[in-house]
């Protein structure tokens, strides 16, 4: 059994930002496997399926990025799913547009969402895609960067990352995440 979760903030205004950036990986990797994020509960959206005899859970938290954890928290009980069994992924204001660094464990690095999820599972022991959204440049207040939308060039980029990091889910679908980290990270 395995979870995989994006972070990001529900409603119109928000898709496509670079805080969403968890709910596009989570989109594609549902277009990728045919799971359908067709269920709502645990106050998040959510699709279940099967790939290879694995089931596999999807997840986008509605709970906004500041309370993400309640909605892991929630269908991890629900199901029963080990910490081990947890991918993350969200944006970083700390890599480059494009870079992706994947980790077992480690800090919520300032982030809210990770934050929220770190209180709410107890533990900064879960797996996690961090994905580059860069630092915003001439002053701009790191709210409005994180909620804007990226450039033209940077959204070529980054649809290309998008992809990448639905591929590395499926990966660790068939191998330990250690592997899958040595194999991604860039």
Same mark, same amino acid.
């Given at each position: 059994?395995?979870?995989? =979760? ?5 409603? !119109? ?9 968890? #709910?596009?990986? @989570?989109?594609?990797?549902? $277009? %990728? @496997?045919?799971?359908?994020? %067709?269920? /709502? !509960? ?8 099967? =790939?290879?005899? $694995? ?15 309640? *909605?892991?928290? /929630? ?13 993350? @992924? ?17 800090? /919520? ?6 934050? *929220?999820? @770190? ?5 900064? &022991? #879960? ?5 580059? =959204? ?15 939308? #990226? *450039?033209?060039?940077?959204? &070529?980029?980054? %649809? ?7 591929? /590395?889910? &499926?990966?660790? #679908? ?5 592997? =899958?980290?040595?194999?991604? %990270?860039?």
């Amino acid at each position: 059994m395995k979870l995989i =979760v994006g972070l990001g903030n529900p409603g !119109k205004p928000y898709e496509h930002t670079r805080h969403n950036i968890g #709910f596009d990986v @989570i989109e594609q990797l549902s $277009e %990728n @496997i045919s799971i359908p994020l %067709n269920q /709502a !509960k645990f106050k998040g959206i959510y699709g279940m399926g099967n =790939v290879g005899g $694995e089931k596999i859970f999807l997840l986008k938290p509605l709970t906004y990025m500041n309370l993400s954890g309640e *909605s892991i928290r /929630a269908i991890m009980d629900y199901y029963e799913i080990d910490k081990e069994d947890l991918l993350v @992924i969200y944006d970083d204001l700390d890599l480059p547009v494009g870079k992706i660094r994947l980790r077992e464990k480690g800090s /919520a690095g300032g982030h809210n969402g990770i934050k *929220s999820t @770190i209180q709410h599972i107890g533990s900064q &022991e #879960f797996n996690r895609i961090r994905v580059g =959204v860069d630092r915003p440049k001439n002053g701009m207040p790191i709210t409005d960067y994180v909620l804007g939308r #990226f *450039s033209k060039d940077e959204q &070529e980029v980054i %649809n290309t990352v998008i992809k990448r990091c639905a591929d /590395a889910c &499926e990966a660790w #679908f068939q191998k330990p995440f250690i592997q =899958v980290m040595n194999e991604y %990270n860039q």
